[in-house]
């Protein structure tokens, strides 16, 4: 072996060697009682907002015109007493459950060899980020509507070279979130994975949790589906997100019943959410 083959095996080395003390390093701050703390408290603010989703679809099925999605979850807790500073805690939460979910996924991989064991908590923690960048958002005083901000993004896709490709691959994509969502439900499968409730909690934590995950893969799948219709007709007013899907819903014979529905499902996954703060294994 050559001087530099020998100089480029242990710059390797060393760089291997500081890839995985900083690894540990990150570890040890995550798994410390503060950041699991921080975290819990994320699961809060994420319940909260379902809840407040929930509450805002109910109006829908009764007849009202709320803006029932995260956007319109937020700004109600942006024009509550100390608004702005529970924007603020929720942004910080949500970031620590995102680092808490990547971590996660770094974990699978290395553990099973394989990325595609921790795409669970990989896009889990995407999600969480994109919700501490909303409430960022709203702490700075932009409140775009998300419905609004769907269909722009809609338009410049369908005006895109390969835009229709992209559209088609998110809706399949919602889609399958939204049937992964449904089946974790309907077998419980949610239980002691991804920072999770185990599975000898209370039987209502079960409750809420199999209901909650149903009605959210319902929601998801709907979206899904506008995104797809809206790619067919190449009309990006029929896509909405969220709150789009569910006025979709009201609109269907006995609407308001399943709009209802899905509204107490909503709910549901609310009250499991927080109650992770309390039983999720960390």
């Known amino acids: 072996m050559d001087n530099n083959s020998r100089w480029s095996a242990r710059t390797a080395g060393k760089a291997k060697d500081g890839a995985r003390k900083a690894e540990h390093q990150t570890e040890k701050v995550t798994r410390s009682p503060f950041a699991k703390g921080v975290a819990r408290a994320g699961f809060v603010f994420v319940g909260l907002l379902h809840v407040l989703i929930a509450w805002l679809a109910a109006e829908v099925a009764l007849g009202g015109n709320s803006n029932a999605d995260q956007t319109g979850a937020v ?42 064991k921790g795409l669970g908590p990989f896009g889990t923690g995407i999600a969480y980020l994109a919700l501490a960048g909303l409430f960022v958002s ?51 499968s949610f239980l002691g994975k991804d920072a999770q409730p185990t599975p000898l909690v209370p039987t209502w934590v079960k409750v809420v949790g199999c209901i909650g995950f149903i009605a ?44 209802g529905a ?13 109650a992770r703060a309390r039983y999720a294994d960390f």
């Open 75 to 116: 700004e109600q807790i942006a024009s509550a007493p100390g608004g702005p500073a529970l924007l603020w805690g929720g942004a910080v939460c949500c970031v620590a459950l995102a680092v808490w979910m990547v971590l996660e996924f770094a974990t699978e991989w290395r553990r099973h060899g394989k990325p595609t």
């Open 138 to 188: 709203f702490a700075v005083g932009n409140r775009e509507n998300s419905s609004d901000q769907s269909k722009e993004l809609t338009a410049t896709l369908l005006a895109a070279p390969f835009g229709v490709v992209v559209l088609v691959a998110a809706g399949l994509a919602l889609l399958a979130a939204g049937g992964y969502f449904g089946f974790r439900g309907v077998t419980r």
């Open 216 to 259: 959210k893969g319902v929601a998801l799948a709907v979206v899904g589906l506008l995104v797809l219709v809206a790619t067919a007709r190449h009309d990006a007013s029929q896509q909405s997100g969220l709150d789009g899907a569910l006025k979709s819903l009201a609109g269907q014979p006995y609407g308001g019943w399943i709009l």
């Open 262 to 274: 899905v509204a107490l499902g909503l709910a549901c996954y609310g009250a499991y959410s927080a």
